[in-house]
């Protein structure tokens, strides 16, 4: 067993784990380097089609087993075939260990340093009345890493959370001027709930309808970061 092919095999499937599969963001850092140079990680629209960064990460991922289990099958054959139980236990549990090695990665943040937000897992059910009276009720879930509670001002972007460039609803939208909503997160917690936001819009059209992956405007002792993954 060559020991520089073995760590060359494990990196790669470690990379390709890393590549492929989703973190505690609910994203993968395949979907994001993908998304840095200009490259869409799926091939219609925002989170449709198909999804490239999977496919490309299958094929690194496939490479990486089979030369990790032929290089680790020369000297512990045994350990080589119970290699796949370890690979699914570690994709299995992807998501949950980057979420705690974020409590090492802040260690010591505070503020708004210390927030993140799952925007893949929040939506927005929104009505918009003819007088121009909006209403926003949305499930939003935020994560405070630091070792101090935060209060946190939240304001949803419903304009920026559409996709539709071209329909007369994003005028609507972007007319849509609503109120923040305060909201306190333990240290070590996380914020998971339905909130309600109410504002008007200046060029109101009356419709309703829901909005996923929401654009997040997060505001903590007066520092604010608008939370946007913009996966395209």
């Known amino acids: 067993m060559s020991r520089t092919r073995l760590v060359f095999s494990g990196a790669l499937l470690l990379f390709a784990i890393i590549f492929t599969f989703n973190h505690h963001l609910g994203f993968s850092v395949g979907d994001t380097m993908l998304s840095a140079i200009g490259i869409s990680p799926y091939t219609t629209s925002y989170l449709s089609g198909v999804h490239i960064t999977l496919f490309l990460g299958l094929g690194i991922f496939a490479c990486g087993f089979y030369l990790t289990r032929k290089e680790i099958g020369k000297s512990f054959p045994g350990l080589a075939k119970g290699l796949w139980i370890v690979v699914i236990a570690i994709v299995l549990s992807y998501s949950y260990m980057t979420d705690k090695f974020m409590y090492v990665a802040k260690w010591g943040a505070s503020g708004i340093n210390a927030v993140s937000y799952v925007q893949n897992a929040s939506s927005c059910t929104f009505n918009v009345l003819k007088t121009g009276e909006t209403r926003a009720t949305c499930d939003l879930t935020l994560k405070n890493y630091g070792r101090d509670s935060v209060s946190a ?72 970061t608008v939370f946007d993954y913009d996966i395209p």
């Open 153 to 224: 001002v939240l304001l949803p972007d419903l304009a920026r959370s559409y996709k539709f460039k071209d329909d007369p609803l994003l005028e609507a939208l972007q007319s849509v001027q609503l109120r923040p909503v305060h909201v306190e997160i333990e240290r070590h917690g996380t914020f998971t709930g339905k909130l309600e936001f109410y504002g008007k819009a200046e060029s109101p059209l009356f419709v309703n309808g829901k909005l996923k992956d929401i654009v997040l405007d997060v505001g903590v002792d007066g520092a604010n």
